[in-house]
């Protein structure tokens, strides 16, 4: 199993920034990709964007280029979402999730949250002045 474990949440106001860290403990070395995905309240989970694990390909949600970049330390199993030019609706709980596809396999479907077998408890982010 993999366990993945979100901080770095809280509350920001509307322009600023947050870093968001996500690390893994257990069988890490099975896995393939973290994504990111937030859930806002009465809304559907959706996803943010993700990053392979062995070799740091990312990508994101269409509407998130720009503002939100992901990154990885192996050393620390640790995934990394960046957040700039936060907007009151980017408020949501923020989770982590860890994809578990056999390496070798082609990096599709990673939006869906059924390609992703272990997830964390998420964090509060909350934009707001």
């Known amino acids: 199993q993999v366990q993945p474990v979100e901080s770095g949440g809280g509350l920001v106001q509307p322009g600023g920034s947050l870093r968001l860290s996500c690390t893994a403990s257990g069988r890490t070395f099975s896995t393939y990709a973290m994504g990111w995905f937030r859930q806002a309240p009465g809304k559907e989970r959706e996803f943010v964007g993700a990053?392979?694990?062995?070799?740091?390909?990312?990508a994101y949600a269409d509407p998130l280029k720009g503002r939100f970049a992901i990154s990885r330390d192996v050393a620390k199993n640790t995934v990394y979402l960046r957040m700039n030019s936060l907007k009151p609706e980017d408020t949501a709980v923020y989770y982590c999730?860890?994809?578990?596809?056999?390496?070798?396999?082609?990096?599709?479907?990673?939006?869906?949250?059924?390609?992703?077998?272990?997830w964390g408890q998420g964090t509060q982010v909350t934009v707001s002045s």
């Open positions: 999730a860890a994809d578990q596809r056999p390496y070798g396999s082609i990096w599709s479907n990673v939006g869906d949250v059924r390609s992703y077998t272990y």
């Open positions: 990053i392979t694990w062995s070799g740091g390909s990312t």
